[in-house]
């Protein structure tokens, strides 16, 4: 035993951290409890910053706006960096969201401030060439106070969407800003990534008054590529070894506006928008000879709230609300395209493709909230919850092309028809104290969601118009929760839970067709929701030694929405003519259609610990050792691998904080788990030129990552009460190493994909490198 903790020191430093509190909290007595470990149980949440929370319903990753700073989070991956469990769905360009309990993309939600971010919108046929922005829009985390980072179907709480998981921003409010005493409060911040080569500058002003509360907050950000560890002679096409040159900038900014009209009722306004731009020389574009490719994706979201609040004072009633939200989002990709002048090699403009994506959000909500109502001897708080929402989305393009240096517009065009959704439902929900040890919630939601695809806003082509107008759809999904969680002393609480989630299928997915004789896309308006239901349990322990949090759970899924891809055989009518030169008597192309097919479980486990060593150690104050680790594992019912279940990660963490609180430095080890082949299979239809059919074989993914162990240091020093400067620096040994994200979001069409691919001898996977040794530097005055 001895021998293989010294061969592993990770595993052994995790297990110190993991078994060392315990005996402390076994033996400390009640009677010496502080309130907030006793409140810590009870019904209502108290947020520990940075850990994780046992909460009635599923298990979530808090990051608090304190831990944001600490750790310089500046984009999605920052913020998964140190959770386990968690990855982030990449494309290349594109990054697409989160990947949680196994699944990804639009199977994860996100929402800012309770509204959700649309799906993105992408079939297999132009996610292989990438003339579309197919993003997954986020938000600045500059503007962010809190993250919740829910591990488990949610869709109670989070609605369609929150199939493993879901992902909540929540905006700044004027008192983050405004200091303790003060009315006004002002920030100016700056901040360097090297990553990235990265700025991020933003100002906020906020005033808190006794009747009116305001804040205006602006962000701006401009930098480059992701730098890559990768190295190499190749600079061009998909054997390319280096990241494409890349702009980017994006201004963001958040208005806020609470007007306290009596103690018992208050208005509220929020604005919140930002404008990103993307531009890249795409050297690693292949498509035949010397063609090459620019692209701008140009991401735009604009979010308007109002909202009533009614606070009475009321034997029973603690809270009435009526909100109103409007959302617009816009994603655009400008691709510029052409070829080289033969003598000179220089570029020549040929096309100019403008694709856009457009979403259109109204929602108004009614909700109203109880006081514990006593019900015998247990108390119950009770809640419910109804809205109304319309969603729009529609595309449109413009072309032109070059001809002779001068260029000629192309009539614009859609590629599907537009989609209209009518949403309502409602919750109710009771919230049960039963007695100082014992409470449980109970959830049950309703969404009424329908889909109907409106007249053409512009002119498509036949092989988009074949099938006609597609029928729409209704989808009626009740989804619930029910958990309970138990203290079973002063110091330790048991959670079990079970909920339910849902997801139903995007326009794309439903609606979308292509014809063509080398392949096909069929809508298929019949398809069904996916749904999922999650199994947690939950064991926390808090005491003045530390902590323990221990979660075993299970995710089966249902009516996973799958590409099948089936062979249509039809008969050469030239046959009889060409047999005596080898030509095949059947022509095989390749059909392609969304259908609920696959079911699929997932398994897994996570613990976290954190240890005060100056409980056992005096002279140690101010240090503390943490650890974390994750591992699942599942399948699905075909031969396919669920590419998006993260591997074996681990996390060590060291952290001293100056008794002083002037100072704080972190280190923080990374183990990153190898994907392992059986975990990583792919079913593929292979064309056969000897025997000219297709055939369908069962391989392994071709790209896996390595193993790999990291570390990172970071840490703070203020300058009296205002001035805060952080800096950090990650991946110190400088390894090189992909990460399984990265890997996964290759597109593996070999000669049928023009974007985020790589080639045959693998040379173009060096560029896929995750950044070398980096820093990142913020400064932050606040007055």
């Not at 992408?122 to 919740?148: C, K, T």
């Not at 509360?213 to 061009?236: A, K, N």
């Not at 040159?245 to 928008?273: C, F, N, V």
């Amino acid at each position: 035993m001895s021998t293989v903790f010294l061969r592993r020191p990770l595993t052994a430093a995790i297990a110190l951290s993991l078994l060392c509190p315990l005996p402390a909290l076994s033996t400390e007595k009640a009677a010496e409890d502080k309130p907030q470990q006793t409140t810590r149980y009870s019904l209502d949440t108290v947020v520990v910053q940075g850990r994780r929370s046992l909460r009635e319903d599923v298990i979530t990753d808090q990051k608090s706006r304190a831990v944001i700073e600490q750790e310089m989070v500046r984009d999605t991956r920052d913020l998964v960096r140190y959770t386990t469990d968690v990855g982030i769905s990449d494309s290349g360009r594109h990054l697409k969201g989160f990947a949680i309990r196994g699944v990804e993309g639009n199977r994860v939600g996100i929402s800012v401030d309770g509204v959700s971010l649309p799906d993105f919108e992408e079939n297999s046929l132009y996610s292989r060439y990438g003339n579309f922005n197919s993003s997954r829009m986020s938000i600045d985390p500059e503007l962010v106070r809190a993250i919740s980072i829910v591990k488990g179907a949610d869709a109670f709480s989070g609605g369609s969407g929150a199939l493993g998981g879901r992902v909540d921003y929540r905006t700044l409010e004027a008192s983050d800003i405004v200091r303790a005493g003060n009315e006004t409060g002002f920030l100016l911040r700056s901040g360097y990534a090297s990553k990235n080569r990265e700025w991020v500058n933003g100002f906020a002003v906020g005033y808190a008054g006794d009747a009116f509360e305001t804040l205006l907050m602006y962000s701006h950000r401009h930098g480059h590529e992701m730098d890559s560890r990768g190295e190499g002679p190749y600079y061009q096409y998909d054997k390319s070894q280096h990241p494409d040159p890349s702009r980017r900038k994006q201004d963001s900014y958040l208005a806020k506006l609470r007007w306290h009209i009596s103690p018992e009722h208050s208005l509220s306004l929020a604005l919140t928008g930002q404008r990103a731009r993307n531009f890249t020389d795409e050297r690693s574009y292949t498509l035949f000879g010397s063609q090459w490719r620019e692209a701008e994706d140009i991401s735009r979201r604009s979010n308007l709230q109002l909202g009533y609040a009614w606070l009475p004072e009321s034997d029973w009633l603690a809270s009435l609300k009526l909100d109103g939200d409007y959302q617009r989002t816009d994603l655009t990709a400008l691709n510029y395209k052409g070829g080289r002048n033969y003598t000179t090699q220089e570029k020549e403009l040929g096309e100019v493709f403008d694709r856009r994506m457009h979403t259109r959000f109204k929602r108004l909500t009614f909700g109203l909230e109880t006081l514990p109502l006593a019900l015998g001897a247990s108390q119950h708080t009770l809640a419910f919850k109804a809205f109304a929402a319309n969603r729009e989305f529609w595309n449109i393009n413009y072309d032109t092309y070059v001809l002779g240096g001068k260029p000629e517009p192309q009539p614009a065009y859609a590629i599907q028809y537009p989609v209209d959704t009518r949403q309502y439902g409602f919750s109710l929900e009771d919230r049960v104290q039963w007695n100082t040890s014992l409470s449980s919630r109970f959830g049950l939601r309703y969404d009424h969601e329908r889909l109907t695809p409106q007249a053409l806003n512009a002119p498509c082509s036949k092989a988009c118009t074949a099938e006609g107008r597609p029928a729409g759809n209704t989808f009626g999904n009740w989804n619930g929760l029910a958990s309970v969680v138990a203290k079973l002393n002063a110091h330790w609480a048991l959670g079990a839970t079970v909920s339910t989630g849902y997801r139903v299928p995007t326009a794309s997915e439903m609606y979308f067709t292509f014809q063509n004789a080398y392949g096909s896309w069929k809508s298929n308006p019949d398809l069904r929701a996916e749904r999922s239901i999650n199994y947690s349990l939950s064991l926390q322990g808090e005491g003045e030694a530390g902590g323990v949090n221990i979660s075993l759970y299970q995710v089966n899924y249902r009516d996973f929405l799958f590409e099948q891809e089936s062979i249509t055989r039809t008969r050469n009518p030239y046959y009889e003519q060409c047999q005596a030169w080898g030509c095949a008597e059947y022509n095989e192309s390749p059909v392609q259609q969304m259908v609920n097919l696959d079911r699929a479980r997932i398994r897994g486990l996570e613990f976290s610990s954190h240890l005060n060593l100056a409980h056992y150690w005096p002279q140690l104050e101010g240090w503390k050792l943490s650890a974390q680790l994750g591992y699942s594992q599942g399948s699905l019912s075909s031969d396919n691998s669920l590419l998006s279940i993260q591997p074996l990660k681990g996390i060590l963490g060291l952290d001293y904080h100056a008794p002083s609180g002037r100072w704080a430095v972190f280190a923080r080890g990374t183990y990153l788990g190898a994907k392992k082949a059986d975990d990583a299979q792919v079913v593929q239809n292979v064309y056969s030129y000897r025997n000219r059919t297709f055939s369908q074989v069962v391989k392994t993914y071709p790209y896996l990552n390595r193993r790999a162990a990291l570390l990172d240091i970071y840490g703070y020093v203020r300058a009296g009460e205002r001035f805060t400067f952080r800096a950090g620096v990650y991946n110190i040994f400088n390894r090189k190493y992909h990460t399984w994200d990265a890997l996964r979001g290759i597109n593996a069409h070999y000669g049928a994909s023009t974007t985020n691919s790589v080639d045959r001898e693998g040379y173009g996977l060096e560029r896929f490198h995750a950044p070398g040794r980096n820093f990142s530097l913020s400064m932050e005055y606040l007055f």
